[in-house]
């Protein structure tokens, strides 16, 4: 059970963080739920600081 539920959160990570490299707003973000809604924008934030650094 633990396994399956890192796995969401840690998917949930990875599309954040491929949202912000596109450069999608934080307002496309598709979790309702808290913990995984919290896991995307950690992903989307981390990739919009490192298109600022890159930019």
Not at 1 to 15: E, G, I, P, V, Y
């Amino acid at each position: 059970m633990k396994r399956q539920k890192r796995d969401r959160l840690a998917r949930a990570l990875t599309k954040g963080y491929q949202a912000g490299i596109l450069g999608r707003s934080k307002e496309s973000c598709p979790y309702l739920k808290i913990d995984e809604r919290s896991h995307w924008l950690g992903g989307w934030r981390e990739a919009i600081d490192k298109r600022a650094v890159i930019a």
